[in-house]
Structure formats: C-alpha cells, structure tokens
C-alpha cells in the first residue's frame, strides 16, 4: 500500500529501491567533487588561470563537505522504514546539487558554457528516484536557477567568467538569443520530466505486477505444498491400513487354504463327489483372496517412506533368466511359445532384487495369461543409453484404445482380461508402475486389440559398468 512522503508518495517496494540509490548517488557525487578540483588544477596549468583555482578548489570543497552529511543521512536511513527521511534526503540531494551547478557554472563561463546540460541529468535522476510532482518541482527548481543565472550574467549585475571560445563559452547576446535560450532550456527540462516520469511509472507498475504475481504464486504454492503434505499423510495412513487388513487377512486365509488342503487329500476321510467340487471351488476362492492380499501387501510395503537400504546393484539378466525358468512350464502347459533374448552387456540396475523380480513375474505371467493357445510370449533386455530396457511382448487378446490409459490403475481390468480369465487382482500392473517410478523409469504400453501388447519399460543403470556374461547372448525358448 502506499505511504505518503514529503513529496508524492512511495510504496513499500519504491523506499526500499530509493534507500539504495542515495548510497549510489553519493558515491557519483564524490567523483563530481573530485572532478571539479582536476578541472581546476587543469585550467591552471593551461591558462594560467589562478584566479579559478580558489572558486574551484572551494566548490570542489563545498561539494565533498555537504556529501559527507549525505553519506552519513543515507547510511542512517538504509533498512528503516523512514519514508519522511528518505524522501526528504533524495530531494535535499538534488536541490542542492542543482545550487551548486548554477555556481559552478557561473565560475566557468557562465549560462553560455554546454555543460549547462547538467541540469538535464539531475531532473532525470529526479524522475528516476522521485514521485512525478517531486519530479517536476525539481524541473521547476532547475528552470528557476537557471534563469536566475541567466538574468544576473547577462544584466551585468553577477559578471560570468569568460573563457576561451575552446572551452564553449561565449559572450551573451542580444536579448532575443537570451529568450531563445531559456524558452529551449526550460522546455527541455520539462519535457524530459514528462517522459522519464512516464517512462518510470509504467515500469514500477509492471515491477509492481511482477511482484504481486510472486506473491501470488508463492501462496499458491504454499497451498499446493500444503495440499500434497495432506495427500502424502493420506496416502501413507492409507498403505498402513492396506497393510493391517492385509496381515489380519492373511492369517486365518491360509490357515483355511492349509485345512481345505487337508481335507481335499482326504486326510479327514472320504468326500462325496458333490462336496469335494463345492470345497475345490471354494479352495480355488480362497486361493483369489490370498493372492489379492499378498498384491495388497505388496503395494504397502512400496508405498511406504524408504530409506532404499539394500539396493546394490544386480544382474537383472539373471534375474530374468530365472523368471523364465519359473514360467516356462506354465507357457508350455497352456501352448504358448516363450522366448527371452538377453545380451550379455547389460548394465546393473540399483534396485531391490525382490522388486526386480516383481517386475519380470508381473509382465511376464499376464502375457502369457492372456495370449491363446499357439501364440508367442518375448521377452527382451537391452542396453539403451545409461538405461535398461526390458521389452514383454505377446501377440494376446490386446487392449482397447479406450482401455490404455487405465491399464495401470488399482483393481483395473478390461473387460476382454475379465472374459478370458475370471480370476485376477488387478494389482499386477500398478505393482509395477509403481516400482519402476519409484527409481525414476518409465513404462509405456502399445496395444492393437485382438492382435497383442507390448511393454516397454526403462530403468537407469548403476552408476558403473555392465555385469559380464559367459557368452554375447542367452537365448531361451520354452
């Protein structure tokens, strides 16, 4: 919100901006002082002109002294919220900056000498560190002395020092080339007033733009911190629960699983032929829950904070191989031809062995589950650039267009998966969706229904080299 000065009125932004700026501009005011005495050391050595040094020297004097007060007064005032002081001390500065200009030019030739221009350069300071009226009062301030100095020199009753017409001073003329002068000098100042104001105050008001979409964007940020904070503790009493039901559930499932077992072996006598299909049904049931429980724990435990204790690299080439071994029988009992190809540059992979192999028994006994008799399941490992690519291709039942996004939401299955198998968690997939984002790969799925799927899945590399193999390539077929 604005605060009213002295003069015009600043902002919070636009104090804390003029506080630094008298330190700079009393920092330019000692190079003037300095300035001032060389000009005047030089105007003696080349024109012998002793009667400036002591006008000169004394200026020069003048201008050190009073910057010393300004040094002081900005250093007082820098980080308070003094905006009397502040605003006061800017104006000072310039005001009397532009007393001691009129002076100064007096001694070095009069209004005639071109470095008149001065004041030109103090209203546009003006206009850059003041308020638009703080601006023009200055402009008027500048117009005033100037023409002061004009109507004292040329009325003869403050004679200018006359120098040599090299240095660009030169005599006053006739009245007309007097009002010339002071019609442009006045104008000047006014209409750079006018254009560094307006120039000034479009670009405080884009500052001013910028600063409160920061502001905006900072709480909103705040509140999507704040909102993922909640989503995150969501999430996690979430997994805890998912992992309590699961352990609670898994107890008494498997000891029924192990008493149906019993009973099923007819350890506890003979069945009927009725009963025993009702207990293998049932037994089959139960197996489903088990299996949905173990896939629920599964994705607890994943989701669950992690210190990732343990994860080394590993070969996933021997990992594969053996999820082959495990599955091969099963491609083979149901007519589905499984083949692996797995170079033997592959590179290690810092991940948990039993994640690993999560992922290869997941893709690898869903595409196999869902491709008919007399198709093709492939497995493919490949270096690819500081990655592992692992490919699981089949020539199965396929997934819909419509379908793909999904196909890694919890408890998702498609209807043609739900047609060919009854059986299924739908946990398969999101389990390893959610291993593989979790040590920052990727997977993507390509799918034409009725004719195959393929997944791609990339996971980096350990940090060095490859795990040697026995020979280039291990090609499996089951």
């Known amino acids: 919100m604005p ?96 007393v001691v200009l009129t002076i100064l030019l007096h001694f070095v030739g009069g209004a005639g000498n071109p470095f008149y221009l001065y004041y030109v350069f103090h209203v546009t300071i ?57 019609v442009a000098f006045v104008s000047t100042v006014y209409v750079v007033a006018y254009l560094v104001t307006s120039i000034t105050g479009q670009l405080r008001t884009r500052e001013r733009e910028i600063v409160a979409l920061n502001e905006a964007l900072r709480t909103r940020e705040e509140q999507l911190r704040t909102a993922y904070e909640r989503l995150a503790e969501t999430e996690r009493f979430k997994s805890e629960y998912m992992r309590k039901v699961g352990h609670e559930l898994r107890a008494p499932l498997s000891a029924a699983q192990s008493l149906l077992s019993t009973i099923l072996a007819g350890l506890a006598g003979t069945l009927p032929e009725k009963a025993r299909a009702l207990l293998q049904r049932v037994y089959a049931r139960n197996q489903e829950l088990l299996a949905l429980v173990g896939d629920l724990l599964v994705l607890a435990r994943l989701r669950e904070p992690k210190t990732q204790p343990g994860r080394g690299p590993v070969d996933p080439g021997e990992i594969a191989r053996r999820a082959v071994d495990l599955f091969g029988s099963e491609a083979e009992r149901k007519g589905v031809v499984l083949a692996a190809t797995i170079p033997s540059d592959l590179p290690a992979v810092a991940v948990d062995r039993d994640e690993m192999e999560q992922i290869f028994s997941n893709l690898i006994s869903n595409a196999i589950k869902y491709t008919l008799q007399g198709g093709k399941v492939r497995l493919e490992l490949s270096p690819a650039n500081g990655w592992l690519r692992v490919v699981v291709a089949d020539t199965g039942i ?54 195959g799927t393929t997944f791609t899945a990339l996971l980096p590399a350990a940090a060095r080299g490859s795990v040697p193999r026995e020979s280039k390539y291990l090609s499996i077929v089951a």
Request: proline share 4%.
């Open 398 to 451: 396929g997934i819909t267009q419509k379908d793909l996004p999904r196909i890694f939401d919890e408890f998702f299955r498609t209807e043609q998966a739900r047609e060919l198998v009854t059986e299924g968690t739908g946990l398969g997939l999101a389990i390893v969706k959610e291993i593989i984002d979790a040590h920052g790969g990727k997977i993507e799925v390509d799918s034409v229904l009725g004719r």
């Open 126 to 182: 003006a206009g850059i560190l003041l308020s638009p009226r703080a601006t023009y009062l200055q402009a008027t301030w500048a117009a005033v002395l100037f023409g002061a100095l004009v109507g004292l020199e040329y009325s003869g009753t403050w004679p200018p020092v006359v120098l040599p017409r090299f240095l660009g001073a030169r005599p006053y003329g006739d009245p007309l080339s007097v009002t010339v002068l002071l």
């Open 3 to 98: 605060i009213e000065g002295t003069i015009g009125k600043v902002d919070d932004l636009a104090l804390a901006e003029l506080q630094d700026r008298l330190q700079w501009f009393v920092n330019l005011r000692w190079i003037a002082a300095g300035a001032v005495a060389v000009a005047a050391l030089l105007l003696w050595g080349i024109l012998t002109a002793s009667t400036l040094v002591v006008p000169l020297m004394s200026i020069a004097a003048a201008i050190a002294s009073y910057n010393l007060l300004f040094w002081m007064l900005a250093k007082r005032l820098s980080g308070r919220r003094d905006v009397f002081g502040t605003v006061f001390t800017a104006n000072a500065q310039i005001s009397v900056d532009l």
